[in-house]
């Protein structure tokens, strides 16, 4: 299990605050996790958020794989006067193996986010980021979940463009699937984290759930906190597909497999939309980061058929897990009178 003794720590700031709102020194926790991958991403979430905070913030990584300059270079990402401590917690390969991945994401450095009981025993309360965000709203404007709740999340863009979902109810044995939430932004209250052992709840759902969790680490989180989860306004995750306008007032979730560091992304470029707003800000910010001037290699094409083999190629747990299904479904039908 991951342990917090993989620690890596530039300070610039100790304090830790208990609430997220309301405290007069002003400062929140946030938590992001990653892997390589995602470095772009992660740059993009954490400036962004701190451009548009008017807190201090915080930032802790959980990260798979980072080596000493990346960490060096997210360090240089988020130089700004609303920058606390930044920390990185190590969560070995090792830890995930056991866990989903399917073809929509086959990373599985996103399950991080149930080691958050890495963070120090000051840290009391924190807002978790995915690293596909465009952060344009003050997070110092949100709130604690309510003390029945652990989490505060906005609807999934799955169920808020329905009236009902059956089928995901049924698969995951939801008593309202219309408050299934989507995990890009939490607002998490990590004393009752802790003391509910969440953790050991979210990987106990992930192993003993394997074949079910299609969307992985956030049908797990639902499952756990389907009942403990504070239902907040659309603007905290609104998805790109969205097409919220204007952009500022919101967090913009990247959605999709194809994010804007990947050659793929090249595709919606002739949608004006992607092109004169997602993209151009996206690359606004990396700009504004140790990265500035990267942009996702081309070759006449090739860089992006070679992402697109790599992205259908099924991993060895895909396909295993198929067949597992395959069979398991066979033998039900078999045993049918």
Not at 129 to 142: F, G, I, P, Q, Y
Not at 163 to 191: C, K, Q, T
Not at 192 to 198: K, V, Y
Not at 293 to 320: C, H, K, S, V
């Amino acid at each position: 299990m991951a342990s917090p003794s993989h620690m890596w720590r530039s300070m610039s700031d100790n304090a830790h605050v208990a609430s997220l709102a309301g405290n007069p020194t002003r400062v929140i926790d946030v938590v992001l996790s990653g892997d390589r991958r995602v470095l772009w991403g992660l740059a993009v979430t954490g400036r962004s958020a701190l451009e548009s905070t008017s807190a201090k913030l915080n930032i802790h990584i959980l990260e798979t794989g980072f080596t000493g300059r990346d960490k060096n270079d997210l360090v240089r990402s988020w130089k700004h006067p609303m920058c606390g401590s930044i920390s990185f917690y190590n969560v070995p390969s090792e830890d995930l193996r056991k866990f989903r991945s399917t073809r929509y994401l086959k990373s599985k450095s996103a399950y991080s986010r149930y080691f958050l009981s890495m963070l120090p025993s000051e840290a009391r309360r924190c807002i978790y980021l995915d690293a596909d965000l465009l952060v344009l709203r003050d997070l110092a404007e949100c709130r604690d979940p309510s003390p029945n709740a652990i989490v505060a999340a906005v609807p999934d863009v799955s169920v808020r463009t329905r009236e009902a979902w059956p089928e995901l109810r049924a698969r995951l044995n939801l008593v309202d699937e219309l408050r299934y939430f989507n995990s890009g932004v939490l607002i998490i209250n990590l004393e009752a984290w802790r003391d509910q052992q969440i953790e050991a709840e979210l990987i106990k759902t992930s192993i003993e759930k394997f074949d079910i969790l299609d969307s992985q680490d956030q049908d797990a989180l639902n499952i756990v906190l389907h009942d403990k989860v504070d239902l907040i306004d659309v603007s905290w995750n609104v998805s790109q597909y969205e097409r919220p306008m204007p952009m500022d007032g919101n967090i913009v979730h990247l959605i999709g497999s194809v994010k804007p560091w990947h050659s793929r992304y090249s595709r919606k470029q002739s949608d004006p939309y992607f092109t004169n707003h997602v993209s151009r800000k996206f690359f606004e910010f990396l700009d504004r980061t140790a990265y500035a001037g990267r942009r996702p290699a081309q070759l006449a094409g090739l860089a992006m058929f070679i992402e697109q083999i790599n992205a259908w190629m099924p991993t060895r747990d895909m396909l295993f897990g198929k067949i597992r299904r395959h069979f398991r479904s066979l033998s039900s039908r078999i045993a049918r009178p």
